[in-house]
């Protein structure tokens, strides 16, 4: 059997060098007499590439052999991905990809044109990059209905906040020195953002409750303006500033999708992931809590979990895997201004003992948080879990009181 | 479809309920048109069950029923259970397992039986309860060679060492409290000695390392003579102690295999799991670490595993899964002794200054541990890593020094 490889960056060099390194222990576990690598596709040049003999430029190539069965797609971005990855599941050719954009934007088409062609579209290296979570959520987890996802879902916005937490870096220093070390891009937008987070999760929430959702329907709030001094309130609240992605079953049938920066008790198993490390907590109504905790990218992290599903294309050539989710729904999503959520508030006043009453006549027992060395007139809460959007125009209305910052409160 | 449950107690009533609860998705999942229970097996009677029609006492009838396809074994123990387990797989039928101790001694047998008939023998369940550990190995880590996994796999022994760590309480108290919430049973034996984690770790060798690890050859330490000054110890030096079972690849093809307890860094994941939590880290050459946490005992967490591998069975029941190993082999789990590794000593000596400088000549620097309210003659040290057995005589042979505890420390 072959195997074509498009997009040579970090990932795509990565499965090249695993589909050689480990050669012989692949081509066991996929239960094939071969499993070789045929063409490699980019656009540049690689001379001094061991691979040399591999490289094509033309897509055609790939689409028009019949030898190739199962193709790689780690070239990223959706026009040219979306455009090769469809025309290659058409012509009856299963697809491997690590292209998280493209899963969360376009999964549910893909992923029935796979079915009626009956081959594979498999993306387990899209979330959580070498750690397993899609196969563990669809095979493991089967006998559980699931409550709720939520994780750590990006390395990038995570090593920024250990800094911050560890170090007492301010946002800025910490996303220089991440960029330094190549962890963040030069425009790290899609990281800090929360966007790269958002596919994430939309296609973790696809998969748990089986309906595609949007990255546009997921409201989405990133670290940039994270400062120390919640950095510090976290700490004497109790925990950590992570960057959550969450998702959330309700009563009625639609769910709740949200990411953003949340305070995480330290005793929680998400609170002691520091670094690039990701990790995911998966809520089920008979397992409870499972986390699975792992490097959330990197060339080989990744690149594993793309030749892992390579060998799973490999071994169900003849049967597809059953695997997909439905089409999207109007509503399905609720406006996270209706989810329940306790808050972190940080704000400003001249008056705290009155600000505090007001607030307790308002929204209830709030907790405060004391902080030495705050400034005078600052005043962090904690509040009770209530309605979020009533939650947060009551506090903006509380008459001489001016919020800072607003950060929700996890339970896990 | 039709499922027969064999054992009736804690696991296999939360299969039962499980298969009832959720059934439709179960359904849905396993791609069949029905998956019906149709007989539960066990002795004992169960006047005031909803499923009073399901039971039986005669295991011929399920044997003898070729509707039934699959049957599930939560009958725990060796003898009923491996004679029943291989007169099914030679019959045909697939066989869903969470028994650690039939897997961890007869697993090759049956896994060979399973092959020739062309049937499923599973049995995710058997190690870690509900966290998804077989699977992922199997599958997800594929493209990985695994290094090295290692794990705190018994919920029993966690949470005495959890109570020992956070409250100072005893082994003996801790112990008792233990038993008091159903979290250890009247003769605790099999969880605190290592027996139970011995079993789990043999069965996650045996997949990881490709060959069958049997219990007997594997030098399993218990928790029972932990004390609470060597909790303190592992605290100043900067780690918790937990029952850590280890199996590592070795350059020369052959493993080591150990159940016992060691320090662990506190920030290592594996610190931070307490009570009855279990987690597992895998060590592979590709991905780095990648740990698995959850609930690894309990009546839902352990049944829900249980379901998915039927779902399993059924979804392939016309194809078996490629899984397995190979038989064991003489000499491929070396002796303790010959392994590399670091340990705490603690010990009792009237002359410190000189049995340090003694230590230092014989093995190397030591570094020395402090403990405020320590006796005058106690001595605490942490050992550079060396070949185990040696570094133990040694140690044991230095005049004026009687070692009380050692214990090894890990490097995950």
């Known amino acids: 059997m072959?195997?074509?490889?498009?997009?040579?960056?970090?990932?795509?060099?990565?499965?090249?060098?695993?589909?050689?390194?480990?050669?012989?222990?692949?081509?066991?576990?996929?239960?094939?007499?071969s499993l070789e690598l045929k063409?490699?596709?980019?656009?540049?040049?690689?001379?001094?590439?061991?691979?040399?003999?591999?490289?094509?430029?033309?897509?055609?190539?790939?689409?028009?052999?019949?030898?190739?069965?199962?193709?790689?797609?780690?070239?990223?971005?959706?026009?040219?991905?979306?455009?090769?990855?469809?025309?290659?599941?058409?012509?009856?050719?299963?697809?491997?990809?690590?292209?998280?954009?493209?899963?969360?934007?376009?999964?549910?088409?893909?992923?029935?044109?796979?079915?009626?062609?009956?081959?594979?579209?498999?993306?387990?290296?899209?979330?959580?990059?070498?750690?397993?979570?899609?196969?563990?959520?669809?095979?493991?987890?089967?006998?559980n209905e699931i409550d709720e996802i939520a994780g750590i879902l990006n390395g990038t916005t995570n090593y920024i906040l250990t800094k911050m937490i560890t170090e007492q870096a301010s946002f800025e220093n910490a996303l220089k020195n991440a960029q330094a070390l190549g962890y963040a891009e030069k425009d790290p937008t899609a990281d800090v953002?929360?966007?790269?987070?958002?596919?994430?999760?939309?296609?973790?929430?696809?998969?748990?409750?089986?309906?595609?959702?949007?990255?546009?329907d997921v409201h989405t709030e990133g670290i940039t303006k994270i400062s120390l001094s919640d950095v510090a309130y976290a700490n004497s609240w109790g925990g950590v500033i992570k960057l959550i992605a969450a998702a959330k079953r309700l009563d009625n049938g639609k769910i709740t999708v949200t990411v953003g920066p949340a305070f995480v008790q330290n005793?929680?198993?998400?609170?002691n992931v520091d670094d690039v490390f990701n990790a995911i907590l998966v809520r089920g109504d008979a397992i409870g809590d499972v986390v699975f905790y792992g490097r959330g990218a990197g060339k080989m992290p990744t690149a594993s979990?793309?030749?892992?599903?390579?060998?799973?294309?490999?071994?169900?050539?003849?049967?597809?895997k059953n695997f997909g989710w439905d089409n999207a729904e109007e509503n399905y999503v609720i406006d996270y201004r209706e989810q329940t959520a306790a808050l972190y508030v940080r704000g400003e006043t001249d008056d705290k003992e009155g600000v505090i009453k007001l607030l307790n006549g308002e929204i209830g027992a709030v907790r405060v948080l004391s902080l030495e060395g705050a400034p005078e007139n600052e005043l962090a809460i904690i509040t009770n879990p209530a309605t979020e959007g009533e939650l947060r125009d009551k506090i903006e209305n509380i008459p001489g009181f001016t919020p800072k910052s607003v950060i929700r409160i996890t339970d896990y």
């Open 267 to 271: 005793h929680s198993q998400l609170a």
């Open 39 to 143: 063409y490699i596709l980019d656009l540049r040049d690689f001379p001094d590439s061991p691979y040399q003999d591999k490289f094509i430029k033309d897509f055609n190539i790939i689409l028009n052999d019949p030898e190739v069965k199962i193709v790689v797609e780690t070239m990223g971005g959706i026009t040219f991905a979306y455009d090769y990855v469809k025309k290659l599941l058409l012509s009856g050719k299963s697809v491997v990809t690590s292209n998280k954009e493209l899963v969360a934007e376009k999964g549910y088409e893909l992923l029935c044109i796979a079915k009626e062609k009956n081959v594979n579209f498999l993306f387990e290296a899209s979330v959580g990059g070498g750690i397993p979570i899609i196969r563990p959520i669809t095979q493991c987890l089967a006998a």
């Open 2 to 33: 072959f195997v074509a490889v498009m997009g040579y960056g970090t990932v795509g060099s990565g499965v090249v060098e695993l589909l050689y390194k480990n050669h012989d222990s692949i081509v066991k576990k996929s239960m094939q007499e």
């Open 305 to 320: 979990a793309v030749v892992a599903d390579v060998i799973d294309a490999a071994k169900h050539t003849l049967k597809k």
């Open 193 to 216: 953002e929360g966007d790269d987070s958002c596919r994430k999760i939309c296609i973790l929430a696809s998969l748990c409750f089986g309906k595609h959702v949007y990255p546009k």
